[in-house]
């Protein structure tokens, strides 16, 4: 571009061109300039002359020379590399000569005549390869330095003294020229070092240098704004700051006055991207002596065009740069600032700067408050005066903001004004730019200087335009100030001349005049016509009129994705009690109760009201009962105003008195107030202001344990700022409907918001939704123009409401008003005025008028009421008043039609939400600043926001505000839409050129049959204002539809023979040409669709006039469906935008962001830096939280502004939840669904799934059985109960599906079993019946369960890190196994005491046990085993509740490479490890080495306390080995008190562990017993089955076991099911006592994950996870079947479960011939059963003389099991045999030593083995057959 080298734009060529825009700006009073951009890069090229032409210098500093390039430099850009061009081909590049070969040195030329032009000088210019010599140069004069160093035009202009060439304008381009062949950027302050002088001889010497070291200039700004409230032209002829005496400076003075609202003088900037920039017009000035050449005053002040400009300190001579315009001679101003030495100074109010803009200035840091401003705004130069009239003239105080350089001492009347260094300050990390990019991979970029940005930033505000500026201006204004302004000029009458003039635009003469003539001559007519057409659509009589059936008031009803947010709310709630941290404890919470909290707003109290009652959460969650009144609802929610503090407060003592509720505090519509309850800007007499803050942030909230504050909000920027509460990982962001085009709900409603309505203005299949009226901005500007003083808003207001009532004056016949509106609000109120008549029940559209000054509104609503009234409309619609701050007023008529709609018979009814309004005609004038969360019906057509204000330049505010027309559309096809009856043809360009869109719907997804217009539009007819200059014309077609009828009002009755609304008769007829044309081609396609919905559709309503040309059955289907709200309720609403916002929404950034989505967030936070990343389309709601949260920090007005760590963990409070989603999506809903499923999740928590089955094989027993002991016995007689005989019978309803174990000969099949057989038994765990049970406060829990109670016991302390705990190694041996067996113990620090170590080297030696004769009330003598997998979160180990705080010991038995994940969910509970080699064991294992390890310890302890004298016999032998899913214990009360002994009544209730395990520890004579049990609860237990309180059967689950005893009967390590059945068959054979407890049961929680079920048989060869038949889990050996992943035993045990019938073919439901299992029990299926005997000598066996075995089973059977105890037995001919072994060769040896080929016989292929690879030790089978 011929300024840049290295593609970079040199600097001081940018800067001159500014300084050029800003003084022209400065200097004119016409349009502004041309754009800066435009001067460097768009005009086309010129020759510049010398004068012109040095406007280029050089910026870069050279590090040798950097102190004195610090001060001349004019900019701090770091130094470029620089490579010199190489000279002309053929050029000299001798140093000391030019490129034409001209000596150019010193001491060659000093005495040769040198031709100097007029104006240059000439210098001495070193070259850094001549030190010894300078070059002579001519240079302008105007570019160098004066005496002082000032005075310096930037740039140059030389010529060369050698060869004569002239006109070089750049430097550079000089020393390329003289060869000064330089390695950094040439600079002339740097080369150009000595005047040259001639001395007396003549000669040319060195004279003195050039004083490149001047005085830094200082550049600042002021802006002033103000409004007199006496405007008078002699205000301003005053000086601002009155000269002294004997000075020659000059001040600038004002011109005339700048039209702006704010009480202050701004004169600075925040640290900004382009949003931050000040809100008022502003103009640099110089620091210096005297100003540049100023304008005069002009005295008509109305006339004036120019902002005012606060004085400048400059100097009289050149600017500092050249500019276009100037010229040494021109004059300079008369008038000067006043300076004085050392004038008095005065101490500064407290309310400087009070009301600042934004709130950002009401303490300024650098302001004085005696003295001199000097630091650290470092003041140099004279001391400017500031005048004791400034305040008065003015009636504002000016903000200085400090600029570049140094400032001046400001002395005088300080307390006039307000010095700020926010400007300065806000460019001070210019340098950090490149760091700040840097981490997002940006390149390395040149830092912009600070005065560069300065000078940028003036040159913006300097192209403000005048209504610009008011704009800015008006937006620095509060709430309060804005509606205080626009209040005093209603009062003052300021707007009577504005109301003139709308007087003087009618042609027929006033406006009012013309209504009052209208009302007059059409009174007659009212009540026969109009009243007439209102009232009889609005009942159907008995003779058949027409009903409309699409009237439907959506009550409460949660949508698919409501209840997935509900959902995900829940998931969050449930994390912060998971977690680590213990801020929430779930499972001390029995209920929910909650309170909602919504603004002050009447109308949004009463919504939440009605979905509160219509949702069923009350009743749902117990808080009330079924006859609910709307005073117990209002107890739920709280409105934020003055009263809101005593629900609030009922609300805290609630939550404190109730502990055991959890108390959900909702903050819906969150954004609204934020203000500091210490910071507030508002007047203390409002008491709602920071009520947010002083209620949901107070000390009682943050600390309640039961409190989980929510905040609900679709605009949650302002609660995710660097100060937030609330942690990113407790955001819940609304989930995306749509994914790829996917309706990821299945939902019948598409939803509008922003995004969708900016994709409808760029697609081309429709009108956009989001629409501009350029008519109506090009009115509202000239307005502004010609009444300056009035505030803009009063303009707007006052114009949009002449444009309604000029429109509903042209529909109703004064068809010369349509010239007096836009084409826009005629279509408005059109459709608004018509719409009830295109129903017959009258139903019609709502109009939202939204005005946010409510007495603006207040006037607007006086106006169209008046309107309305004099144009006899009373009853076609109504106008509403919608102020936040008071209900919802209408007309009576209006609530009859209500009532009757919505089939309302109470008699004081009254609407009193905005969507109780569904279908009532009327436009609803919608106030107040900012909406607090009002939903609008579905009737909603049109969405009028052409006045929202200003303060809309932040997101949150014009978010909100196009919120407002957020809407659910139906996605289901009309019947209109199918059969194609748009009818805006192609062929019809004046209806396609208009904006009437009511019958164009908008096309939405599911919408695939609609015929979609293939005219492509950018944007519709209305933003062309040329289009709508012509709205005379576009009107009378655009209103004139087909499917409209005009509206016949009285006046046409009287008067008018055609329709008033066709500007002539030859339209119209054109009209109803179109009209027959289209009825003969549509009538087919509408009888189809006629014959789709005849059937359900209501009776035909009346005709149209317009439709008469239709057949009758078309116009009852286009009649039928164009009921007005129904239209409406199928598309979104259009929305009407300034035209300033509507640029601002639909343009986009370069990713396609809408740069409205780049606006600063909130009005009370602000940017953390200016050099910040852009955001990005693609960001996630969850991106845009984190960067807010990284790039803006809240304003001291913020309530989260002290919210900053002191010394806490964090600022973020645990119990704090932010759900945002798009307004109007049902966030109510959802947060009302959380409510009812939290409440569930409590109910749930605090009960249990328990197992509920009846004991299985009851009608086995003896029903004659002797009773053994009495009903009260609290413990068993020990010689009694060794009379008692062993039950073999398996009871156990889990062993449904095992099979049955045979003492005697059955005599018939058990039922049972056949019911059981037939069943699935895949499916067994699915069927098992289960019952829901109320948690007790003894029970055990999982994981999840954290209370105060048990904090300690669980090892959890939120402060420090998890429980220290020690690995110990514990070894023992075992002939068995062959080998030693090596435990290991994972021992927390706080269970020690438990075990005894070695003193040298703290090795594990035993674990403690008790004495028998112990006797303690505070602790359990029995240690408790729980062996567990798969369930460390939900396995039931925390069993403090259990044992009622009394100390035990409870040992966790866990695998090898579950370790870790046990002990991190279990740091405080000791774990015995087992050995690698038992990873894939099953439960027999544990239990094995529990019981080993036990009675090894047993052996250990015996030593260790006969060493004290102790005897062996006396140390308790007891463990308890519990399932890891018992929950909770009953006990059995008797009452025997009746007649008889025979009977009793019992009852059963919970009790603790602890008391059920002392009191049977103290059963006498315990020690005599091998096994203890209990019960299993089920409520189907029957009397018989307590009658005896002791049994001697099976136990299991939770077993007590006596380790001393059981010595020689050891658990099968081998096994995965039925070992406790097994051990209790051997056990018992063995002659040991095994005793269960009636009296006591245990019950058993259901648990989905872990224990058996965490087995999986898969194939070994393909990781493939196909399920695998149990048939397939043996095969041939030496086969190649598919091996599986799998132990061998389990293999063996599943198969023999589902398939055993192929071994033993006889068995199979042949109880009276069970199988025959020696020394084992092994599950052969329901359908077969079995008789154990055992072996051993001296065995306690059934007696089986009188059986015969249809089978017999040899599993692994050792040296007891001999030829002759074989032969005992008989078969029935034809049995058979299996014989197990752990291989091939041990199965024959097993063969041959039992003597089996006698009468047994053996096939070759009867021979298998389980499906395991060789190094996987298969199990080998062998069958025969009985001889």
């Known amino acids: 571009m011929g300024n840049s080298y ?54 870069e500093e050279d590090e040798e020379e950097e102190e004195e390039e610090e001060e001349s430099s004019e900019s701090s850009s770091p130094p470029i590399t620089y490579q010199m061009k190489p000279p002309p081909e053929g050029g000299c590049t001798t140093d000391g000569f030019c490129q034409a070969g001209k000596d150019l040195r010193l001491a060659s030329v000093s005495n040769d005549p ?73 600079k002339k302050q740097k080369h150009l070092k000595y005047y040259l002088v001639r001395n007396a001889q003549g000669t040319l010497t060195k004279g003195s240098a050039i004083c490149w070291k001047g005085a830094a200039s200082c550049l600042f700004f002021a802006l002033i704004e103000f409004r007199s409230r006496q405007p008078s032209s002699s205000t301003f002829s005053n000086l601002l700051f009155q000269p002294p005496e004997n000075t020659g400076s000059s001040a600038l003075v004002m011109n005339e006055p700048l039209i702006a609202a704010h009480p202050i003088v701004q004169a600075g900037m925040q640290q900004m991207a382009p949003d931050h920039l000040p809100t008022t017009a502003s103009l640099p000035v110089y620091n210096g002596k005297d100003s540049p050449q100023q304008h005069s005053m002009k005295s008509n002040v109305s006339s004036m065009t120019r902002p005012t400009v606060l004085g400048t300190l400059a100097n009289p001579g050149p600017p500092k740069k050249r500019h276009k315009g100037w010229s040494p001679e021109s004059p300079s101003s008369n008038e000067a600032w006043n300076l004085q030495p050392n004038p008095p100074l005065t101490s500064r109010s407290k309310n400087d700067g009070g009301g600042g803009g934004g709130g950002g200035l009401s303490c300024l840091p650098h302001t004085a408050v005696a003295g001199p401003v000097s630091s650290p705004m470092v003041a140099s130069g004279e001391p400017v005066s500031v005048p004791d009239n400034l305040l008065k003239i003015f009636k504002a105080k000016p903000v200085i903001f400090k600029g570049h350089g140094n400032f001046p001492y400001l002395c005088g009347n300080l307390s006039d004004v307000v010095v700020s260094p926010l400007l300065y300050t806000c460019y001070k990390n210019a340098q950090s730019l490149s760091r700040a990019y840097e981490q997002y991979g940006a390149s390395t970029m040149q830092p912009i200087s600070e005065e560069m940005q300065l000078l940028l930033t003036v040159y913006y505000l300097v192209q403000l335009g005048k209504y610009q500026a008011r704009i800015l201006s008006e937006s620095m204004l509060s709430p309060a100030e804005y509606q205080k302004e626009v209040s005093y000029e209603l009062a003052t009458g300021k707007v009577e001349a504005l109301g003139a003039f709308f007087s003087t635009l009618c042609p027929d003469g006033d406006v009012d005049v013309l209504l009052d003539k209208f009302h007059q001559e059409n009174r007659s007519h009212i009540s026969s016509s109009l009243s007439g057409l209102v009232n009889k659509p609005a009942a159907g009589d008995a003779a058949g009129t027409a009903v409309c059936a699409s009237y439907n008031l959506e009550h409460h009803q949660i949508r698919p994705f409501q209840l997935a947010v509900a959902q995900k709310l829940l998931s969050h709630v449930c994390s912060i009690a998971d977690s680590s941290t213990q801020n929430l404890d779930l499972g001390s919470f029995e209920k929910v109760d909650f309170l909602i909290c919504v603004p002050p707003s009447e109308v949004t109290y009463q919504q939440t009201l009605f979905h509160l009652w219509h949702s069923g959460v009350l009743l749902e969650l117990g808080l009330e009962k079924e006859h609910l009144t709307k005073q117990r609802v209002e107890q739920y929610v709280v409105k ?52 947010v803050d002083r209620l949901l942030n107070c000390r009682e909230v943050k600390d309640a344990p039961n409190i989980v504050t929510l905040h609900v909000t679709s605009f949650p920027y302002a609660l995710q700022t660097q100060h937030t509460r609330i942690s990113p990982y407790n955001e819940i962001h609304w989930p995306s409907l749509y994914n790829n085009g996917v309706d990821l709900y299945h939902e019948n409603k598409k939803y509008y918001g922003l995004s969708e309505f900016i994709e409808s203005t760029l697609s081309g299949h429709s009108l956009p939704l989001l629409r501009y009226d350029s008519s109506f901005e090009a009115m509202v500007m000239a307005l502004g123009k010609r009444f300056p003083r009035l505030h803009s808003a009063v303009i707007r207001t006052f114009v949009l409401v002449q444009h309604y009532s000029a429109a509903m004056m042209a529909v109703c016949g004064l068809s010369q008003m349509k010239n007096y509106t836009t084409v826009e609000t005629l279509e408005i109120a059109q459709n608004l005025i018509n719409s009830s008549r295109q129903c017959p029940n009258g139903h019609g559209l709502m109009v939202v008028l939204r005005i946010p000054c409510i007495p603006l509104a207040a006037v607007a609503y006086e106006r169209l009421n008046h309107v309305r009234e004099r144009l006899a409309l009373e009853d076609h619609f109504e106008i509403i008043l919608g102020n936040p701050n008071s209900g919802i007023t209408i007309g009576k008529h209006f609530v009859e039609q209500l009532k009757i709609w919505q089939k309302i018979e109470d008699a004081e009814w009254r609407p009193q939400t905005y969507l109780e309004l569904e279908g009532l005609p009327c436009i609803l004038i919608f106030s107040g600043m900012d909406p607090q969360g009002e939903s609008l019906p579905r009737s ?242 969850t991106e845009q939280s984190l960067y807010y949260r990284q790039w803006t920090v809240p304003k001291p007005i913020h309530m989260d502004y002290n919210n900053r760590n002191e010394g806490r963990m964090d600022t973020f409070h645990p119990r704090r939840l932010l759900l945002s989603g798009p307004p109007q999506i049902g966030k109510t809903g959802a947060y009302l669904q959380f409510l009812s499923i939290l409440s569930r999740m409590l109910i749930r928590l605090t009960e249990v799934d328990v197992y509920d089955e009846e004991e299985i094989n009851a009608d086995l027993k003896e029903e004659s059985e002797p009773c053994y002991h009495q009903s009260g016995d609290a413990w068993p007689d020990l010689e009694t109960f060794k009379k008692m005989p062993f039950d073999y019978t398996i009871h156990d309803p889990k062993y449904e599906d095992a099979s049955l174990i045979c003492s005697r000969v059955q005599k018939t099949s058990s039922e049972g079993q056949d019911s059981t057989a037939s069943r699935k038994q895949e499916d067994l765990y699915m069927r098992r019946q289960t019952t829901r049970m109320r948690l007790s406060k003894y029970a055990a829990y999982n994981t999840y369960h954290h209370c105060e109670q048990c904090h300690q016991y669980m090892g959890f302390n939120p402060r420090y890190q998890l429980y220290e705990s020690t690995l110990h190694a514990f070894a023992f041996s075992y002939s068995m196994l062959g080998e030693e067996i090596q435990l290991h113990f994972i021992i927390p620090k706080s269970k020690e005491h438990h075990f005894v170590f070695s003193h040298p080297g703290r090795q594990l030696e035993s674990m403690r046990l008790p004495l028998v004769t112990d006797e303690s009330q505070d602790y359990i003598k029995t240690p408790t085993f729980t062996p567990t997998t798969g369930r460390h979160e939900h396995g039931l180990f925390n069993l403090y509740h259990a044992m009622d705080g009394a100390s035990h010991l409870h040992i966790l038995v866990v695998k090898e490479y579950e370790m870790a994940i046990y002990k991190k969910y279990w740091p405080n509970h000791i774990m015995l490890v ?354």
């Open 114 to 186: 040198i031709e100097v032009p007029s104006g240059f000088l000439l210098v001495g210019a070193k070259s850094p390869s001549l030190p010894d010599h300078l070059l002579v140069c001519a240079v302008d004069k105007r570019f160098l330095p004066d005496d002082q160093g000032r005075n310096a035009l930037l740039g140059f202009s030389g010529n060369c003294i050698g060869c004569g060439k002239k006109g070089f304008c750049y430097f550079t381009e000089f020393s390329i020229h003289i060869n000064l062949k330089l390695t950094t950027q040439p």
């Open 6 to 59: 290295a593609g970079q734009l040199k600097t001081t060529r940018f800067e001159e061109v500014l300084h050029n825009s800003i003084e022209a700006s400065l200097r004119s009073n016409n349009l502004v300039p041309r754009p800066v951009f435009s001067q460097l890069y768009l005009e086309a090229e010129q020759h510049l002359s010398s004068l012109e032409a040095g406007n280029r210098v050089d910026n």
């Open 940 to 1181: 909603l057509r049109y969405c009028d926001l052409r006045l929202i204000n200003s303060s809309c330049l932040v997101r949150t505010a014009l978010e909100q505000e196009l919120g407002l027309a957020a809407y659910f559309v139906s996605s289901e096809v009309p019947v209109e839409k199918a059969v194609g009856t748009n009818d805006v043809l192609e062929s019809d360009p004046e209806k396609l050129s208009s904006t009437d869109n009511e019958d164009e719907e908008t096309v939405t997804e599911g919408s695939s049959s609609e015929k979609r217009s293939p005219i492509k539009r950018e944007r519709s007819g209305s933003h062309d204002s040329a289009a709508s200059s012509v709205s005379s014309k576009a009107s009378s077609t655009a209103f004139c539809s087909e499917t409209s009828p005009p509206l016949v009002t009285a006046g046409e009755v009287g008067k008018s023979p055609h329709p008033v609304l066709s500007s002539s008769t030859e339209e119209s007829v054109n009209n109803s040409e179109k009209q027959r044309l289209k009825a003969d081609r549509d009538s087919k396609l509408e009888a189809k669709a006629a014959q789709a919905s005849i059937a359900s559709s209501p009776p035909p309503p009346f005709s149209s006039p317009s439709a008469s040309s239709a057949p009758a059955h078309s116009s009852f289907v286009l009649q039928a469906s164009q009921c007005s709200m129904t239209k409406a309720s199928q598309q979104p609403p259009i929305v009407y935008l300034p035209k300033l916002v509507h640029d601002m929404v639909t343009s986009a950034d370069s990713t396609g962001l809408p740069k409205s989505s780049s606006l600063l967030p909130y009005h009370s936070v602000m940017w953390a830096s200016s050099f910040r990343p852009l955001m990005s389309k693609m960001m996630t709601c």
């Open 1474 to 1827: 087992l050995p690698s080699i038992f990873n894939s064991a099953g439960v027999g294992a544990a239990h094995f080495l529990i019981k080993e390890l036990s009675y090894h310890n047993l052996e250990l302890e015996r030593n260790r306390q006969e060493e004290l004298g102790i005897k062996p016999q006396d140390v308790w032998p007891f463990i308890i080995i519990s399932d890891d899913s018992c929950v909770m214990w009953n006990a059995v009360e008797m009452d025997c008190s009746g007649d008889r002994k025979s009977e009793y009544t019992w009852t059963e209730r919970n009790i603790s562990l602890k008391q059920i395990l002392q009191h049977i520890e103290s059963t006498p004579d315990v020690t005599h017993y091998a096994l203890i049990g209990m019960r299993k609860w089920s409520s189907k237990t029957k009397s018989r089955e307590i009658k005896e309180p002791f049994s001697c059967c099976h136990v299991h689950d939770f077993i007590m076991l006596n380790v001393d005893l059981t010595q020689n009967v050891q658990y099968n390590q081998n096994r995965f099911v039925c070992d406790d059945v097994d051990f209790n068959l051997r056990a018992h054979s063995a002659g040991l006592l095994i005793c269960r407890f009636n009296r006591f049961s245990v019950m058993k929680k259901q648990i989905a994950v872990g224990g058996q079920r965490s087995f999986h048989i898969k194939s070994k060869v393909s990781d493939n996870p196909v399920s695998i038949a149990p048939a397939q889990y043996i095969c041939a050996p030496d086969s190649k079947h598919t091996f599986l992943a799998a132990p061998a035993q389990l293999l063996l045990e599943k198969y023999l479960q589902y398939h055993s019938h192929r071994f033993f073919p006889l068995s199979l439901k042949n109880y009276s011939h069970p199988v025959l299992s020696v020394d084992c029990y092994l599950n052969l299926g329901p359908q077969i059963a079995v008789c154990y005997v055992s072996s051993r000598p001296h065995s306690l066996n059934v007696t089986c003389s009188d059986m015969i075995f249809s089978g017999l089973l040899l599993y692994l059977c050792d040296s007891f099991v001999v030829a002759s105890f074989l032969k005992k037995f008989h078969f029935l001919k034809g049995a058979t045999l299996c014989v197990i072994c752990q291989d091939r060769n041990s199965l024959r040896q097993t063969v041959v030593r039992l003597e089996l080929e006698d009468e047994w016989q053996f096939r070759l292929r009867d021979e298998f083995q389980t499906a395991n690879a060789k190094e996987d030790k298969p199990l080998f089978f062998l069958t025969g057959r009985h001889i």
């Open 640 to 691: 934020l105003d003055a009263e809101a503090q005593t629900k609030f407060k009922a609300f805290l003592q609630n939550s404190m008195q109730n502990p055991h509720t959890l108390f959900v505090l909702i903050h819906d519509h969150a954004h609204w107030d934020l203000v500091s309850a210490v910071h507030s800007l508002y007047p203390q007499s409002d008491p709602a202001m920071g009520l």
